[in-house]
């Protein structure tokens, strides 16, 4: 990732208290539409149960989800300059412990929402894991011109979502959330730093 990363200049930078605000009032507000879809439909939500075996299959979802990036990343132009751009107005501002609620408050209110709640009122099948999935995607199109990170969003909710139907657990479609999001920070976190001394030596 020694490439320059692409910089909009009709976008004002974000500072970290803005960006951790906008964390929690996003998570707040997917946890509510989920609290009130319940209430309404009288529908239930995909139950997580704790165990080691969930949270193995969780981790191993999650590496599948980075390492596939990883590959995406590499190979599709347009995915690069649409995640560059992501996670520069993101990541830029916040400092290393912040991470941990980047992976956490993401992870945790939309798997609830989608994956949770949505999922099961569409239904637990093909369709209700399309229609969650795409939903997905399209809460990740910040832009038209981002449509490659909805394109891919909308791939990796098919895979939680898949994860979900399979186990029939909600705890293993967060911790591979939850860990997916930490890995893509942290690396991009690390490769604005090899910028950095590659551009001072």
């Not at 200049?9 to 964390?23: C, D, F, G, K």
């Not at 981790?59 to 300059?81: F, K």
């Not at 979900?164 to 942290?186: C, D, E, F, K």
Request: one cysteine or more; aromatic letters at 10%; a neutral charge.
């Amino acid at each position: 990732m020694s490439e320059k990363r692409p910089t909009n200049p009709e976008i004002e930078p974000l500072t970290r208290v803005q960006v951790l605000v906008a964390m929690a009032v996003t998570a707040i507000l997917l946890l509510v539409v989920a609290k009130l879809w319940l209430y309404f439909s009288s529908g239930f939500r995909l139950p997580w149960q704790f165990g080691g075996q969930a949270i193995a299959q969780g981790v191993a979802v999650g590496l599948g989800i980075s390492g596939t990036s990883a590959i995406v990343y590499r190979l599709w132009p347009d995915y690069r300059r649409c995640a560059d751009f992501y996670l520069k107005i993101v990541l830029d501002p916040l400092i290393w412990p912040d991470l941990i609620w980047l992976g956490l408050l993401p992870g945790l209110s939309e798997e609830l929402l989608f994956r949770g709640v949505l999922l099961p009122a569409i239904g637990l099948n093909a369709n209700g894991l399309i229609v969650t999935s795409i939903c997905f995607g399209i809460l990740h199109l910040s832009s038209l011109q981002q449509w490659p990170y909805m394109v891919w969003a909308t791939i990796v909710g098919l895979v939680l979502g898949g994860s979900a139907l399979l186990t029939g657990n909600l705890l293993v479609p967060i911790v591979a959330h939850v860990l997916t999001n930490l890995i893509s920070s942290i690396l991009w976190k690390f490769g604005q730093l090899q910028d950095s001394d590659n551009r001072f030596s």
